[in-house]
């Protein structure tokens, strides 16, 4: 069904022309269980593509990538050709398509996110971030610190910040986001908008120390510079809104965190297409809190309307849907509608099944 689409990664694509690459690195062992294996197999027309389709061999800019590197632009658009399955491998190949703005002109401008971390090294180190390979983004970023200059280095400690924080620690990555910080407010003028992005990596680790007031300063702070350097729809307002929501809502201020995710909501519904994932994920934060909140009615058409989202953009069995299923089969266990509260528990063990391992709890 998905045949002759379009599709937008929404972010730089770093791809390989040799396949045994895309092999060796879908081959690697890992703990996750809620992955399917997919090459894309990207086929370029480059007599017919128009001068805003970018894309190149970046290996000649920065030797810590492969010859056959090939890096794609932010908009870059596919349309797909075919998608066959090999030795439980997906494989979905695709043409570059000129197409793109049919797909970006309903994304944020992403481009201008980019340009504030001010150098393309900066987007390669975090491209190994993204695709899980934290040691070799750190060693990267680390190296690149030395060959920078002073704006840089604030954005460079900000991402060994963020790197250490995929890998859990959150010690080391405070270390690096204070100096990020640090770095920014001795500049002249200080970057204040700029440091807002640390204020909330900050207040994003907090929570895993149990330090949930300070992580509710943190995201205020970087709230309040939001608001004052951005319009009141930016993205990263919405950003602030939803963290700060997930803290009242952990400290049981009910009513508190219920206006903030209605805030985040507002937001994402005015930027995102409509059938994006933090869309959902707000939806389904509002669901709960109305349950809590005893308006069983309310809370069911959020959950609702989150499973919605999840069932078009998900497969059938992600664990996402799951938890839709179950937010939703307590409100209709409450509401006495056994029978229907009961299929939608099954629903969700059919796909617990697949995701979990079988003694888990």
């Not at 995102?272 to 005893?294: C, D, E, K, T």
Request: proline share 2%; net charge neutral.
């Amino acid at each position: 069904e998905n045949q002759e689409k379009l599709i937008s990664i929404n972010g730089y694509l770093l791809t390989n022309q040799q396949k045994s690459k895309a092999y060796d690195f879908i081959n690697k062992p890992t703990k996750r269980l809620d992955i399917i294996s997919i090459i894309f197999h990207i086929q370029c027309d480059i007599k017919n593509l128009n001068k805003n389709i970018i894309f190149g061999n970046i290996n000649q800019s920065n030797n810590y990538f492969n010859e056959q590197d090939i890096l794609f632009d932010l908009n870059a658009c596919f349309q797909i050709e075919s998608i066959n399955e090999y030795q439980s491998i997906q494989i979905i190949k695709m043409n570059l398509s000129n197409q793109g703005q049919i797909i970006t002109n309903n994304y944020i401008d992403l481009k201008q996110k980019y340009k504030e971390e001010r150098s393309i090294s900066i987007v390669f180190g975090r491209l190994f971030c993204n695709l899980g390979e934290y040691d070799k983004s750190q060693k990267f970023f680390q190296h690149l610190f030395h060959d920078s200059n002073d704006e840089d280095r604030a954005w460079i400690e900000f991402n060994i910040g963020r790197v250490l924080s995929f890998k859990r620690e959150w010690n080391q990555a405070r270390i690096y986001y204070d100096h990020a910080y640090e770095r920014m407010m001795k500049h002249k003028p200080p970057r204040i908008k700029d440091s807002a992005h640390v204020l909330n990596n900050i207040a994003c680790i907090l929570p895993n120390q149990g330090k949930y007031d300070e992580a509710l300063d943190y995201h205020q702070r970087a709230l309040e510079i939001r608001e004052k350097f951005y319009p009141s729809d930016h993205i990263d307002i919405a950003q602030s809104l939803y963290n700060i929501g997930r803290i009242l809502d952990h400290q049981e201020k009910y009513d508190d965190a219920f206006e903030y995710y209605q805030g985040a909501l507002k937001i994402q519904q005015k930027i995102y297409p409509s059938n994006h994932v933090n869309i959902a994920r707000s939806l389904s934060n509002i669901g709960i809190i109305l349950y809590r909140q005893g308006k069983c009615d309310e809370a069911l058409d959020y959950h609702q309307r989150a499973l919605k989202i999840r069932e078009k953009i998900y497969p059938s069995d992600h664990i996402d849907i799951a938890y839709s299923l179950n937010n939703i089969g307590i409100i209709l266990r409450n509401q006495g509608k056994y029978n229907e509260a009961l299929d939608c528990y099954k629903k969700a063990l059919n796909i617990e099944e697949k995701f979990y391992p079988s003694d888990h709890v």
